[in-house]
């Protein structure tokens, strides 16, 4: 597809979706595509951390300013600015996260008035415009200033716009630990704060906290933790990446330096820089390490923020590892249609969420501008094609819930617009289609936009930044200027001959690395993706390493290490490297073992757009071969009684309401009255799939080979919608299936027939007695048939969840064991006690790292 005709369709896409924020979002903070309605903090149910990027002050709004006029929407960008202006307030009674307000709300109004100050300049708009928005971003820059109160210049997560740092009363000042990213990322625009205004105290405190990340770096490893305590500076998790939690403080390190002419900055990148290609870097992947232990891998797996690196890599003139990473990207995209959240090192889901990210469009974009080549026009297009047929709905563009199921999550953050329709604008536009020259400024981690002319504004910072050591400053650590990319690409065909073997590694899922080893230590040790509990070998492997198992009264098999146990220090720490992974496994077993199943809404205006995650049943057909039909209301609704309005309902797909009676009963009950499937919505109001766990329905405690539908579950939340269409549409047509299907996909789909091909066989089993071949935290081995998980049956309606140990069980029995008094150790004892020191320290990182949202 030629370039133009992408950049159309592009238009052709973003128009309806920036009127439909206008239309049915505004003045909330963002659009809830599915219902077509605001998201107002406060109404809607709390979706955690997340909600603490709304503050109540039109954040879309607010983070799509520069992107109206990049798209030459220059009557649009006025009319958003006088309406920022006489609506938007700042002072609200509100606890709102510092890093996010920063990027999206301060980087708005700042790149807002930099394209109104350009516009002005050109004679033509925003003659009326008299530097409004610069007053609102020093207001703005004003409240999050006494974030930085602390002992260390580093800020707290979190402050309140109208109250500031208050204490519990506001949720405010009482916590101790932020990420890494959350403190590094401010020097961009609290800098050009101050260059705008001449108020350098926005840039002192910003620099003074870079300053104090830069001290407190692993100076063997010269990398960064993931976590910090903001009051003494101990790292509190040590795992270290490019992706979430440390991501942008590498991007400001160098955009600093661009955009300020500093060279300290650009001096510490080149030092990180080197350690990351040292030690992350294991092209084409980028692995999590210790900062302590830059050899020992921290993860088996990659998440999506950092696709953003080969972009920074660009910048830095790093082509090739760029080329190859984003290569792996790419084919990683191709066999999921969108970056998961995280992925494993062998290409499979981890987190199966994709909330509609840009990094990949915007390392696609630096690449193609790097390159010329037309591969990454083809990327691109992948990306809005992959957008259009599964992300957008009639009021937006939705995330993915479920990259492999392609269900939705009523949620379009902010930065969709602001960054991923201009990352994709200007990669397929000319430079006729560009009102400016977007040479002459520098784009923000939330893409926007700075003017590079900021450098040549008096620096009049009162706090001296602290110098590096002579030996930091040798010229072996700095790279004064990029390469030229013509010498580096005089045949074309260079680019491709650097991707033909990432694209065949990805193809074939590439083994994950094995685990540094010193020389002369025997054998590799046991990983927890081999271990059978039913092999003696294993047995006494993990008898050696200090592992021991306990068999629990409810059947499952919980692992125990006692590193004190271990035959010697090495055996110790081969054994706490089996229980992390083992922990690892168990936590991706959780979430990987219920597969959920796709409610697709077919019928006019949706016409497959709209997808619901939905649960699973233990009997039924299997949805291997879809079903598809018009939906009724059962009668009764609960369904635990014959059905009265058998007329409606044969043939159809029949609602009902959870509760009164056991799941296979209602569906015994519909498939009575002719129905070809069943939805059962929850009767608990408010409950969503965003934020709670799903689950099969199981059976009643007798055979369920009579029934022969479909049955799946909704909560409350995502049967509304179904409830709703139903109401105002009247005929709503869905598809029950294992994966939404493309809407070209549905024109051939035909509905199935009550009798399923095969009976479905349950991804888990019920609960049984204590069996060693399957303890509950062990995935199945490839030699293993059959699934390893355990299931406890609920009480209410038969719904199974998953039962599985965690990391706090297994710390809490060791902690408890750890404190009885030992004998005599030998030589390795005080080795081994640090080891275990390190290990419960990883362990509670590991624990945070769970919680963190991408």
């Known amino acids: 597809m030629p370039p133009a005709l992408c950049l159309l369709m592009l238009l052709g896409a973003l128009s309806p979706r920036l009127s439909s924020f206008q239309d049915h979002a505004y003045p909330a ?269 921290a993860r088996t797996w990659m998440d ?90 009639p009021c937006g563009f939705a995330a993915m819930k479920d990259v492999r199921t392609g269900s939705h999550e009523d949620r379009m953050d902010s930065f969709f617009l602001a960054e991923m329709f201009k990352y994709l604008f200007l990669l397929f536009a000319e430079a006729e289609d560009i009102p400016f020259d977007v040479e002459d400024y520098i784009f923000t981690t939330e893409a926007h936009l700075l003017p590079l002319s900021l450098s040549m504004a008096p620096n009049s910072s009162s706090i001296p930044s602290n110098r590096t050591s002579d030996e930091e400053l040798d010229d072996s650590n700095f790279d004064w200027t990029c390469p030229n990319t013509r010498l580096l690409f005089p045949d074309p065909a260079f680019p491709r001959s650097l991707r033909e073997p990432i694209r065949s590694a990805v193809d074939k899922s590439c083994p994950r690395p094995a685990p540094y080893r010193e020389p002369g230590m025997g054998r590799p040790p046991l990983r927890a993706q081999d271990f059978m509990a039913n092999n003696a070998e294993h047995l006494e492997l993990l008898r050696r390493m200090g592992v021991s198992l306990i068999h629990l009264k409810d059947g499952r098999v919980q692992l125990v290490q006692h590193a004190t146990q271990a035959v010697s220090a090495v055996a110790a720490e081969d054994g706490v490297r089996f229980m992390q992974e083992m922990m690892e496994l168990s936590s991706q077993q959780q979430k990987e073992q219920l597969p959920p199943r796709a409610i697709q809404i077919v019928s006019h205006p949706f016409f497959g757009r709209v997808v619901l995650t939905a649960g699973p049943a233990q009997f039924g057909t299997d949805l291997s071969k879809s079903v598809r039909g018009f939906v009724t209301v059962a009668e009764p609704y609960s369904g635990c009684a014959e059905i009265t309005n058998g007329e409606y309902v044969r043939g159809h797909i029949a609602l009902l309401q959870r509760g009164q009676c056991m799941f296979a009963e209602k569906a015994r009950n519909i498939q009575k009255a002719g129905a070809i499937g069943g939805i059962v919505i929850d009767d608990n109001e408010g409950s969503s799939s965003d934020t709670a766990p799903l689950f099969q329905m199981a059976g009643d405690g007798r055979s369920t080979d009579d029934v022969t539908l479909p049955l799946l579950f909704l909560f409350h939340k995502e049967g509304n919608i179904l409830l709703e269409a139903l109401k105002e549409y009247r005929e709503v047509e869905v598809l029950l299936s294992d994966k939404a299907r493309d809407r070209e996909e549905e024109e051939d789909c035909q509905t199935e027939a009550t ?12 609960q049984t007695s204590a069996d060693e071949s ?43 064991k750890t404190d009885e008094p030992q004998g005599d150790t030998d030589s390795s004892s005080q080795s081994v006690d640090e080891l275990l020191a390190d290990w419960r320290e990883d362990l509670e990182a590991f624990k945070q790292m769970e919680k963190d949202e991408l």
């Open 774 to 816: 399957a303890p509950a935290i062990v995935p199945p081995s490839q030699e293993e048939a059959g699934p390893a998980e355990k299931l406890r049956t609920e009480e209410e309606d038969g719904a199974a969840g998953p039962q599985a140990e965690t990391a706090q069980d297994v710390e809490e029995r060791d902690s408890e």
């Open 755 to 766: 009798t399923p091909t095969t009976s479905f066989e349950p991804v888990s089993q019920t």
């Open 29 to 297: 903070d963002e659009l809830m595509p599915l219902t077509c309605r605001g998201r107002v903090r406060g109404l809607e149910p709390s979706r955690g951390d997340v909600d603490d990027a709304l503050g109540k002050f039109s954040l879309t709004l607010i983070d799509t300013l520069d992107t109206l006029v990049l798209l030459n929407k220059t009557t649009e960008f006025e009319a958003a600015v006088r309406r920022v202006l006489s609506d938007v307030r700042l002072d609200n009674d509100i606890v709102v996260s510092v890093f996010e307000t920063n990027i999206r709300v301060l980087g708005g109004l700042l790149g807002g008035h930099s394209m109104a100050v350009m516009l002005k300049e050109g004679g033509r708009h925003m003659q009326w415009y008299q530097d409004e928005l610069l007053h609102m971003a020093k207001d703005l820059g004003l409240r999050l200033l006494p974030a930085f109160n602390t002992s260390s210049g580093l800020p707290y997560p979190r402050i309140n716009l109208k109250h500031g740092v208050r204490g519990p009363e506001t949720r405010t000042g009482t916590e101790t630990d932020t990420c890494t990213a959350c403190a590094g990322t401010m020097i961009l625009e609290f800098a050009a704060l101050s260059r705008f205004t001449g108020d350098p105290v926005f840039e002192d405190h910003a620099r003074r906290a870079l300053d104090f990340l830069w001290e407190k770096r692993q100076r063997n490893s010269n990398l960064v933790g993931t976590t910090i305590n903001i009051h003494s500076g101990e790292w509190v998790r040590r795992d270290s990446g490019v992706g979430a939690g440390i991501d942008s403080y590498y991007e400001y390190l160098l955009k600093a330096y661009i955009l300020l002419g500093d060279d300290l900055f650009l001096q510490r990148f080149n030092i990180h820089y080197a350690s990351i290609m040292k030690y992350i870097s294991q092209p084409p992947l980028l692995l999590d390490v210790h900062i302590h232990k830059p050899l020992l891998p």
């Open 304 to 393: 999506s923020l950092l696709a953003f690196f080969p972009g920074l890599q660009v910048l830095k003139g790093d082509i090739r590892p760029a080329i190859e990473t984003h290569e792996m990207l790419y084919q990683v995209t191709k066999k999921h249609n969108f970056l998961p959240e995280a992925f494993t090192t062998d290409f499979r889901v981890h987190w199966a969420q994709h909330p509609l990210r840009p990094e990949f469009a915007e390392s696609t974009y630096f690449l193609y501008k790097a390159t010329g080549d037309p591969y990454y026009l083809e990327a691109g297009r992948t990306i809005l094609d992959n957008l259009n047929r599964f992300a957008r709905v």
